[in-house]
């Protein structure tokens, strides 16, 4: 299948296991075509060049992650995503769809941070995750020094940043940028983009006992 054949197949595939687990708030699919493939694919101008790794973190239904591996098959894709009938779900559309260059990873961000993954990839991508300073701690260690962070934001991204700038900075991030996502049907949406300029203290992230739902300072 060309690419458009295999982004409308993920999206008859959504839709499909939808029915039986809550994937997505999306029933309709002109709308689910919209904020999950157009979406994703606004991220596409913001990606290096090449053969490039990416990380999608708290995957849920797979937006963005495997509308970047459809459209980028130069790229490998890494879907972390901890509930595991959702990793199940990407799994099986990996399969279905012969994405060769996606893998799913059923664990928690934190743990992913802090392991295998810490410091691997190019960029770090992350939608309907949480406030910018949950974002920036989940990400940020699993970003290479000299990577980025590209996180699908809506219309308090600038409040968010503001509140999550020492926590970007302590993390090893540069400044943020707002890119407009220019998306009709989806107004107000953007992508917030922070470059890694140093590596993230090993204290970050942080366990969730340690955490215990208070976001950094």
């Given amino acids: ?47 290096p060049p090449g053969k490039i790794s990416i990380v999608d973190v708290g995957s849920g239904g797979g937006a963005p992650g495997i509308p970047l591996a459809i459209a980028r098959p130069d790229a490998t894709v890494t879907c972390i995503e901890a509930t595991k009938k959702k990793a199940v779900f990407l799994e099986h559309v990996a399969k279905e769809l012969k994405l060769e260059n996606l893998r799913v990873v059923a664990l928690r961000a934190e743990d992913a941070g802090r392991g295998d993954f810490r410091q691997k990839f190019d960029v770090a991508v992350a939608r309907a995750l949480g406030t910018m300073v949950w974002v920036a701690e989940w990400l940020l260690p699993l970003a290479k020094v000299n990577g980025k962070v590209l996180a699908m934001k809506g219309i308090k991204a600038s409040e968010e940043i503001a509140a999550a700038t020492g926590a970007i900075t302590r993390l090893g991030g540069g400044p943020a940028t707002i890119h407009p996502a220019a998306l009709p049907g989806a107004e107000g949406h953007v992508i917030v983009e922070i470059l890694k300029k140093r590596p993230t203290p090993p204290a970050f992230p942080r366990l969730p006992s340690i955490a215990k739902g208070t976001p950094m300072r």
């Fill in 1 to 47: 299948m060309d690419q458009q054949a295999l982004l409308g197949r993920y999206l008859d595939l959504l839709l499909e296991a939808n029915q039986t687990m809550n994937l997505t708030r999306i029933t309709d699919r002109a709308r689910a075509q919209v904020l999950h493939i157009d979406d994703s694919l606004t991220l596409l101008p913001h990606l």
